[in-house]
């Protein structure tokens, strides 16, 4: 009977050590910061750059940008972007209910004047700083970016579609959410965000689903200039 007994407690000790194991091993769910206002962006007029600058915003646990730091780079769009950038408001990043240091990917896109022009050659990626590097949530990074097409109907003036898409653990694009409108340009913004592809975001070294804001600047194709 005693041996019984010794088997049954020893049977008992494991299910209650896998329990236990098994609950260290859950991670409490990571939600992404989500932006809640933007101010307008205003490239430069004397710029004929065009391209994808990435910035890493920096939000911190009362959801205000904090520092903003160039992945990639174009020297005359970066700095207009980053000023205006430091000025937008997020709602904080959560873990396990509680605010958290995090950070928001933010891709700005100047489509050059031609008609027939797709995928973006990206700017050499530069390194990240070394508090970036520490920081246990690494936010998702683009690697492949396409140019929206322009609509049938011509455009007079510069303007810029901005959206917030969600990202899966995978780093595939999914909803969309419309943070600066204009018809019908907005339609062919958000009709490439598919095309685009993304390495996903990643907390303590686990894909975790995450957030990027993709703004595309149209210009007035050639046909329209003199």
């Not at 050590?17 to 992404?32: D, N, S």
């Not at 903003?68 to 769009?77: G, Q, T, W």
Request: glycine residues 4%.
């Amino acid at each position: 009977m005693w041996r019984l007994i010794l088997a049954l407690m020893v049977l008992g000790s494991a299910h209650a050590l896998i329990a236990q194991t098994g609950r260290e091993e859950e991670k409490p769910a990571f939600q992404p910061p989500e932006t809640l206002s933007i101010t307008d962006i205003d490239a430069p007029t004397f710029s004929i750059a065009s391209g994808t600058v990435v910035l890493d915003a920096v939000i911190s646990e009362a959801g205000k940008v904090q520092t903003i730091e160039v992945r990639r780079d174009i020297a005359s769009l970066t700095e207009p972007l980053v000023g205006a950038v430091k000025e937008w408001k997020f709602s904080p990043a959560m873990l396990a209910g509680k605010a958290v240091t995090s950070r928001v990917p933010v891709a700005f896109t100047v489509r050059p004047p031609l008609w027939h022009v797709d995928q973006i050659p990206l700017p050499a990626l530069k390194p990240q700083t070394g508090a970036a590097i520490q920081a246990a949530f690494q936010p998702a990074e683009v690697i492949r970016a396409v140019f929206p097409r322009y609509p049938e109907s011509n455009i007079v003036n510069a303007v810029t579609i901005v959206l917030e898409v969600t990202l899966s653990e995978k780093g595939e694009a999914g909803e969309a959410k419309v943070l600066r409108d204009f018809p019908p340009l907005t339609a062919e913004a958000d009709a490439v965000v598919g095309d685009w592809r993304f390495l996903p975001a990643t907390y303590n070294g686990r894909p975790v689903p995450s957030r990027i804001i993709l703004a595309f600047m149209f210009r007035p194709p050639l046909s329209n200039y003199p």
